[in-house]
């Protein structure tokens, strides 16, 4: 993969994610010496499924789709990443090809990197940030888990509601307005459905009067503790 070092970035990305809050200002900036940067454009891949990377990878801006292909070809989208995820672990830690394509949504991503020997450095000299991160895998194990679940045994409309709620939460909804990030179609594909489908149920949620909807892309949550209900999410 190759790198642009975008030196303009690299302070908000190491600050922008969670697992290192807490640390030293001296630990901030040796890692933010080791953190490079770069811009993708939509559709670009970050990584390939059967690619190998020794790289902890972060989300600074725009929008990232982890995708498995079937053996029909179908893509099924497994998770997204939003500003502050970190990515890549699995061929980071035990030295093995990607199971998951990493691919760009929006038009314009920026992505940080930590080399694999300057990540362990830091997490070696620093137990705090250690105990964080395994933490925070932990909660990626929870979500997998109950992601099983969330495709598995609930219903479309509670899968699309969550989706939305997701959404809205992630990006910052203001008064509860929010562009959704992906297609109908990559939606569709997150909450394993089909894009008819999709459609259907928001006309559903617009009928209720929980959303309206300004064009295809804009959704405005007007009911989120009833679509919360529909959701499941207590």
Do not use: W
Not at 59 to 85: A, C, H, W, Y
Not at 106 to 133: H, P, Q, W
């Amino acid at each position: 993969m190759c790198c642009d070092h975008c030196c303009s970035h690299e302070s908000s990305c190491i600050t922008s994610v969670p697992v290192f809050k807490g640390m030293n200002q001296g630990d901030l900036q040796q890692l933010q010496k080791v953190t490079m940067s770069k811009r993708f454009g939509k559709g670009e891949y970050i990584f390939r499924d059967g690619e190998r990377s020794e790289t902890l990878f972060i989300v600074n801006e725009g929008l990232i789709k982890l995708t498995k292909m079937s053996p029909d070809g179908k893509e099924q989208i497994v998770r997204l990443l939003f500003p502050g995820d970190f990515f890549g672990l699995f061929s980071l830690l035990k030295n093995e090809n990607h199971y998951l394509n990493a691919e760009t949504v929006g038009t314009s991503t920026v992505i940080c990197y930590i080399e694999k020997k300057d990540f362990l450095n830091t997490m070696e000299k620093n137990a705090g940030l250690s105990y964080r991160f395994l933490l925070t895998v932990n909660d990626r194990l929870y979500e997998s888990d109950e992601s099983v679940g969330f495709l598995s045994f609930m219903e479309v409309e509670q899968r699309l509601a969550r989706a939305l709620i997701l959404f809205h939460d992630k990006m910052n909804a203001k008064n509860g307005t929010f562009t959704l990030p992906i297609t109908k179609k990559d939606l569709a594909s997150y909450i394993g459905t089909t894009p008819e489908s999709v459609s259907r149920k928001l006309v559903s949620f617009m009928s209720q009067k929980l959303i309206s909807m300004d064009g295809r892309r804009q959704i405005q949550i007007l009911e989120l503790d009833q679509l919360k209900q529909v959701s499941g999410i207590s």
